[in-house]
């Protein structure tokens, strides 16, 4: 009963009081035409139920993007429009869309095996590892999944190239079978294949190939020791510019009639394309199945979330803290 009530209390909180404080939109999102109150009743109660779930970590901004208006915003906990918010895990999406790129750019196939951008390296030989034969095997898709096999340890952050340290990380299990959702070793894999098929710094790339062209300009991204960035946590942003990286996906890649992501990038990334499972190309299913037409969404740790619902042609970003 007590759980019956606390959703309906933030259903109420979220349906209407919070709508009269709502930040009027400036820059480059225009006003919207619905008040919140009068917005779809599934969005309402998928994002009250959102807040009953994350209710040990305080929401601190709330925006929703309808047909490309901002049609409800709000701030506490000390945020506002100018005030980067760290992402968490939604950085492996972001990490998502820059492998993108460089498949648009023809630098990088899902399919390429991942040892064929380490093998010049790798010191002692690939299979120095006994038991690791089946890393031959590993492809970008599999870390793009998190099937890859690599365990969840951060310990490559701290070494001279974090990236072939990830890669020379002892395998778990063999790739292509089990999902395990890892944090460390495998999103730092593939920050180093992109920065060696690009050859450039992953933020320098970042920075001018999706940040720029998106008018993003808030983003800091923690480093690991040799000077890279971090690949499964560390990104931050303001709300706003998280708001274009999900109408960028909304978009199929596209802003402002330029191209960012290959064509069909973002279905291509959304769960249940390549996989069974809730999880596509580091992105979440966001679990609320057909009501919501096949939504997915960026997510991390403390309630951050960037939800993209194709059908609805809605983006909504929601963090806490």
């Not at 309906?8 to 820059?27: E, K, Q, T, W």
């Not at 035409?33 to 807040?51: H, R």
């Not at 009501?291 to 960026?298: P, V, Y």
Request: glycine letters at 12%; a neutral charge.
């Amino acid at each position: 009963m007590k759980k019956l009530l606390s959703i309906l209390l933030c259903a109420a909180i979220l349906v209407f009081p919070l709508a009269l404080s709502a930040s009027a939109a400036d820059g480059d999102f225009a006003p919207g035409a619905k008040p919140w109150w009068i917005q779809p009743w599934w969005l309402k109660i998928q994002y009250a139920a959102k807040s009953w779930m994350q209710m040990g970590f305080k929401e601190d901004s709330m925006l929703i993007l309808h047909e490309g208006k901002l049609v409800y915003e709000q701030y506490t906990q000390g945020q506002g429009l100018d005030v980067p918010h760290m992402a968490m895990s939604v950085t492996k999406s972001v990490l998502s869309a820059l492998v993108g790129i460089a498949v648009k750019d023809g630098l990088i196939d899902v399919q390429d095996k991942v040892y064929e951008y380490y093998i010049d390296d790798v010191k002692g030989g690939l299979l120095s590892f006994p038991g690791q034969e089946s890393k031959l095997n590993m492809t970008v898709e599999h870390l793009l999944t998190m099937r890859s096999g690599l365990p969840d340890t951060q310990d490559c952050y701290r070494a001279a190239d974090a990236g072939l340290a990830a890669f020379e990380t002892p395998q778990a299990r063999a790739p292509g079978g089990m999902f395990v959702y890892n944090t460390g070793a495998g999103p730092q894999c593939l920050v180093g294949i992109v920065e060696r098929a690009t050859g450039k710094n992953l933020l320098e790339f970042a920075q001018e190939r999706l940040f720029g062209p998106l008018g993003i300009t808030s983003v800091t991204w923690e480093a690991t020791d040799c000077g890279s960035n971090k690949g499964g946590l560390g990104i931050s942003m303001t709300s706003r510019d998280m708001l274009r990286f999900g109408q960028l996906y909304l978009n199929d890649g596209v802003w402002n009639g330029q191209r960012i992501l290959p064509e069909g990038w973002a279905a291509q990334s959304q769960p249940g394309f390549n996989t069974i499972l809730s999880y596509g190309y580091l992105f979440w299913g966001n679990g609320w199945g057909p009501l919501m037409g096949g939504s997915f969404e960026a997510r991390g740790y403390y309630g951050q979330f960037i939800t993209v619902y194709p059908g609805k042609n809605v983006v909504v970003v929601r963090t806490g803290s």
